[in-house]
Structure formats: C-alpha cells, structure tokens
C-alpha cells in the first residue's frame, strides 16, 4: 500500500456547481478523517469515521456539506453549491488506533471561481 | 478547548544553522498527545513524531529533537544543521480525548545555501 489517496488532486468549479471528493485510506485502517486547509493556516478537523461509521462532525461543516464512507473502505466528501469561501485544501487522513499518528494524502485543491 | 500557538510565522536560516521551532499548547486534559508534522511544497502532510502526556523524555532522530516540557506546556523541535530539504512548513498538532487533531498555524521554515 502506498499511502493515503486522494482524487482530484485540483479542482476549479464555478460558485454553485457541486463537487465530491474521493479519498482512499490505507488499506488496515479503519479511522479516516477529512481537514480543511486554507493558504497560511494549519488544518482544520471537519469530520471522522470509524469504519463506516461517522463518529463525529465539525461545526464548519455546514449543511452543504457531506461525507460517507459506506464500506468502511474509501470515503467520499461532497460540497453542495459550492462558495468562494469553500476554496481551499481538502485533506484526507487515516490512522490505525485512536490515538497513534495520523498518515495524510496530497489533498484535493478545490478553487470556486 | 484545545489551542496550539506556533508564534514563529516565518524563520530564514543559513545552511547548517540550528534551528528551534517553537510549540505551546492548551488543554486541560491530563492525558493527551503531542504531534510535529512537516509539509513541503507537494502539500502532503508528514508525520515526525508523537509524543504522550506522560513522556516527557527528549527525544533525537537523526538532526531532529524534540523538548516536551510539560511545565511550560511547550514541545519545541529543532533541528541541528539545518539543510536545504528542512525548508518547508511545520506544524505542531495536539490531540486529546477526541478523535481530532488540533494544529498550530505553523511556520514556514526556509534554509537557504
């Protein structure tokens, strides 16, 4: 296994279309989680999931936002009418136990336009 | 509420300077996580080291260490003659009984030759 996945690397939408992500884990881990990253900031949690299981959400993630993970395997994150605001670094993570490291992907770079 | 507060925005060195990245965390938890991450240009996020509340042994890898000193609630990184590759952002992450990490706004660290 070569590491956390995740597709599109890029994305460039117009203000109002809908975008999803994809992200694919390491394969052994079973906890996977979705950050936001915008330019000079440190990520920032949005959501997680146990297995297929999502476990808990951030405030930031609005309405228009939703992730699953139906397989417990990859897991998709989907922005509903999509806002300039919403450009930024979408990270995927993946870790074996609750407390142990986190293993992140190259990120999706969504710019709303 | 947890806080990380990494107050080094931005630090220039010389090739084979030491450097110290400072990291000052906030929890009330008595058990909890220390993390440093590295993220160059590409954008992943690399993990470097995760420490537990109860370890506050130094540690040293190679030109990186790290001093967890739990009194002043700081866990400093710094590395030992520094090289052009160390460029890159560095971010300290805290996580405590939940699932997420909380990170620092990081500091750009840029070494030139």
């Known amino acids: 296994d070569t590491g956390v996945s995740q597709d599109p690397r890029h994305k460039i939408t117009k203000r109002g279309q809908n975008v999803t992500f994809r992200c694919d884990p390491i394969?052994?881990?079973?906890?996977l989680y979705w950050y936001r990253q915008t330019l000079g900031q440190g990520p920032e949690f949005l959501t997680y999931?146990?297995?297929?299981?999502?476990?808990?959400k951030s405030r930031l993630l609005s309405d228009r936002f939703s992730a699953e993970r139906p397989k417990g395997s990859f897991s998709t994150l989907e922005i509903q009418r999509t806002e300039q605001g919403d450009s930024a670094m979408y990270l995927c993570?993946?870790?074996?136990?609750?407390?142990?490291?986190?293993?992140f992907g190259q990120g999706t770079r969504l710019t709303v336009v | 509420a947890q806080k990380v507060t990494q107050a080094q925005t931005e630090i220039s060195v010389v090739e084979k300077e030491d450097v110290t990245l400072d990291c000052v965390y906030e929890?009330?938890?008595?058990?909890?996580?220390l993390f440093w991450y590295k993220q160059p240009p590409s954008g992943e996020l690399v993990f470097l080291i995760r420490?537990?509340?109860?370890?506050?042994q130094n540690e040293i890898s190679g030109r990186y260490s790290w001093n967890f000193q739990k009194s002043t609630s700081s866990f400093n990184f710094t590395i030992t003659a520094s090289q052009v590759v160390d460029s890159a952002v560095y971010f300290c992450?805290?996580?405590?009984?939940?699932?997420?990490?909380?990170f620092g706004e990081g500091t750009q660290l840029t070494v030139n030759p």
């Open positions: 993570a993946s870790s074996q136990d609750p407390v142990g490291e986190a293993f």
């Open positions: 394969s052994e881990h079973n906890r």
């Open positions: 999931f146990q297995n297929e299981a999502q476990l808990e």
């Open positions: 929890t009330r938890d008595t058990t909890y996580y």
């Open positions: 420490r537990n509340s109860f370890d506050e």
């Open positions: 992450a805290l996580k405590t009984s939940g699932s997420r990490l909380t």
